[in-house]
């Protein structure tokens, strides 16, 4: 039962309807040149047996003219072989058979003065016969009869088996392109039902399953790789939401936690100074919250969405150096220098407000990781580099770095290290930088600066 039902399944693919309607349009076109071929090919033989017979007439018509009966006579009797093709009967005005191989008039030639296509056999009596040949009367004078005609049952019989041949060669090749088409139908269907395991796998939960790849480049090759790296992105997103709602569980349990704290050590107070204390240290709480959430809500956006109405042309060096002249003061506040090196100013095309949060970003986070408060002989440098097709964002500075094994994990949202929870923050700076990166289509490497940290930020200049 189960082969009956892979056959009607493959019968039914798109693969075997188009090789289908492939091979009905073939049919067409082939029935069509090969009725032409045929009718040319019996027309062409036709004609030579016109013109053999036209020559032959002239030749016993001028024969006739020139002589008594009695060389006619010879002449149809010499021509009149057996054996041969040529067909003859000679008679008087009273019908009378004087020569040929004819035992008699055809009634068909009769009836037809122009001539014409008769039946005849030489054994039979009365010239019925089932062979086929074509005639014509000539007209010699002295009332005799004369018919001059062509065997052409071997012609017959030739384009009956050419036809024969044209029309067998094309139903074999109407059967194999059927079977190619079931053949093919049955190869998609297979590589079609492999897609649907692995779709169906994950619909079950497994958002690690992959769609295989055959390695041979065909355009399902290709679809199976589109599926599959939009699959890596699905799983990535979903991994990211789980570690959101594990961050946020754990990151701002704390904070408000504090928040309440001060809201109840607020009320235990007395008076109205320790009441507005209490207020604005719970005010100041609930912004940092609100920043937190703002900053969520921006990374969440940029990770689903695309370029907006927002995207321009703008030179990217001027934005960068106008952020960097904005953190020069905090960076000089607290001891550490802040060089900028831009030889080129190249354009790209973006959103203009994103990159600046970007850059805004990585300089921030150099000046808080890169040192200690005082931060002496701290140096930020940044950079940019002009690709042929990209720009080159580079903040580097030379402080305690980021171990290698950490690099990845810290671009992920809510991920603080150690060391660098002694300074405020929510954790989202990095993340934010590589949703505007991977938005613009491009990426964020970290490198080691030795020592220090090195963060290049690579955009396209076409988004």
Not at 47 to 55: C, D, K, Y
Not at 113 to 119: D, K, L, M, Q
Not at 165 to 194: H, N, P, Q
Not at 416 to 441: C, D, I
């Amino acid at each position: 039962m189960a082969l009956p039902d892979r056959i009607s399944r493959a019968l039914s693919t798109t693969a075997f309807r188009v090789a289908a309607i492939t091979v009905a349009v073939y049919l067409v076109f082939s029935g069509t040149v090969i009725g032409l071929l045929l009718w040319q090919s019996n027309r062409v033989l036709t004609e030579q047996v016109l013109v053999t017979l036209g020559a032959e007439a002239d030749l016993l018509k001028a024969e006739a003219q020139s002589g008594d009966r009695d060389a006619i006579v010879r002449a149809v009797a010499t021509r009149s072989r057996a054996g041969g093709p040529g067909l003859y009967f000679l008679a008087d005005r009273t019908g009378r058979k004087l020569a040929g191989n004819l035992s008699r008039l055809p009634p068909e030639i009769a009836a037809h003065p122009t001539g014409g296509v008769f039946r005849y056999s030489a054994d039979a009596e009365d010239g019925s016969g089932d062979r086929l040949a074509v005639a014509i009367p000539v007209d010699i004078g002295a009332g005799a009869q004369l018919i001059v005609g062509r065997d052409v049952d071997e012609q017959r019989r030739f384009a009956g088996e050419m036809g024969t041949m044209y029309f067998l060669a094309l139903g074999i090749l109407t059967l194999g392109g059927l079977l190619a088409g079931f053949a093919a139908s049955r190869i998609a269907l297979k590589r079609v039902e492999t897609i649907n395991t692995a779709a169906r796998s994950i619909m079950a939960g497994d958002m690690s399953r992959r769609i295989a790849v055959s390695g041979t480049g065909d355009e399902y090759d290709g679809l199976a790789t589109n599926l599959n790296a939009m699959l890596e992105r699905i799983e990535a997103l979903m991994n990211g939401l789980r570690e959101v709602s594990d961050n946020i569980a754990h990151d701002l349990k704390t904070p408000l936690t504090r928040l309440r704290n001060s809201a109840e050590a607020a009320l235990r107070e007395r008076g109205e100074d320790a009441y507005r204390d209490g207020l604005e240290h719970t005010i100041e709480k609930a912004d940092e919250l609100i920043k937190t959430f703002n900053s969520l809500l921006l990374v969440a956006k940029l990770e689903a969405g695309a370029l907006d109405e927002n995207a321009e042309r703008f030179a990217v060096g001027h934005v960068v150096s106008d952020v960097a002249e904005l953190y020069e003061p905090v960076a000089e506040e607290r001891g550490m220098g802040l060089g900028v090196a831009i030889a080129a100013d190249p354009e790209i095309h973006g959103n203009r407000q994103l990159v600046v949060q970007a850059v805004a970003n990585l300089i921030e986070n150099a000046i808080k990781y890169s040192g200690g408060p005082a931060g002496g002989g701290t140096q930020i440098d940044i950079g940019l580099n002009d690709l042929p097709d990209a720009v080159e964002i580079c903040v580097a500075d030379n402080g305690p770095g980021i171990a290698p094994e950490d690099r990845e994990r810290v671009l992920k949202r809510f991920v603080r290290l150690e060391k660098s929870r002694t300074e405020p923050g929510t954790g989202l700076g990095l993340s934010l930088v590589q949703a505007v990166a991977r938005l613009h289509g491009g990426s964020v490497r970290l490198e080691d600066n030795q020592p220090g940290l090195r963060v290049v930020l690579t955009l396209p200049k076409r988004a």
